[in-house]
Every structure is written in structure tokens, then in C-alpha cells.
Nanobody, 128 residues
Framework: QVQVVESGGGLVQSGGSLKLSCAASAPTFNMYAMGWFRQAPGKEREFVAASDWGGANIYYGDSVKGRFTISRENGKNAMTLQMNSLKSDDTAIYYC?????????????????????WGQGTQVTVSS
């Protein structure tokens, strides 16, 4: 069982920045890909960003490219999502997820079905 915990959400003005963190309790964390997804009220869950197991391959959803940056710290079993130039459309619950298929990489990481463990989510609200 892998526990996933997000933190760092909150209220920010349009154009501002926020940094989310994710911690996962997995003894072989450095073998697993991790991703961020978000879900706004009344909308489908949307892919935000993902890092493959080693952090060498990073993927972003089209709506956040150039504004969000994902990074992972394998030694700390942690991952962060730096969000800049936030817009009201970024308002959503943000979820961190872990894919326990060892050494997973590639397009599969943009699909929520690839992930096995999810955090409870953290609310991000961007005021205009």
C-alpha cells in the first residue's frame, strides 16, 4: 500500500504563483512515475504534469505548458508542482498520483488510468 499526501493548495490572485508538494510512502519510490491531475467542478479530471521514474522525462498538459514546472526528489520520496501565472481556469482540486509499474514512461503517464494510488487532493483557487 502506498500513501500519497498533497499539500500547498490555497487561494491566490490571478497572475500569482503557488507551489504544491506531494509525498509518497513507497520504499521503491525511485522506480515509480508520478503525476498531477486536477478536477474542476462539473468537469472531467484533467492531466496536468507527470515525471517518469527517474525524472528524465517530463510531460505537461497543453493548458499548463510554460507556466507549471514539475520536479521530483527521489531521496525524499517527494514531488513538487510550481505553478506560475495562474489563471481563474486553474481553479480545481489538484491530485497527486503514483504509477507502480516499474520504470514507466511515455504517453501512458498522461492518462489517469495508468495510476494506482492517489492522494486526497488539495484545493487551488485563483481569484480574478
Amino acid at each position: 500500500q502506498v500513501q500519497v499526501v498533497e499539500s500547498g493548495g490555497g487561494l491566490v490572485q490571478s497572475g500569482g504563483s503557488l507551489k504544491l508538494s506531494c509525498a509518497a510512502s513507497a520504499p521503491t519510490f525511485n522506480m515509480y512515475a508520478m503525476g498531477w491531475f486536477r478536477q474542476a467542478p462539473g468537469k472531467e479530471r484533467e492531466f496536468v504534469a507527470a515525471s517518469d521514474w527517474g525524472g528524465a522525462n517530463i510531460y505537461y498538459g497543453d493548458s499548463v505548458k510554460g507556466r507549471f514546472t514539475i520536479s521530483r526528489e527521489n531521496g525524499k520520496n517527494a514531488m513538487t508542482l510550481q505553478m506560475n501565472s495562474l489563471k481563474s481556469d486553474d481553479t480545481a482540486i489538484y491530485y497527486c498520483a503514483v504509477d507502480i509499474l516499474a520504470y514507466a514512461t511515455g504517453e501512458r503517464l498522461s492518462f489517469s488510468s495508468a495510476y494506482d494510488y492517489w492522494g486526497q487532493g488539495t484545493q487551488v483557487t485563483v481569484s480574478s
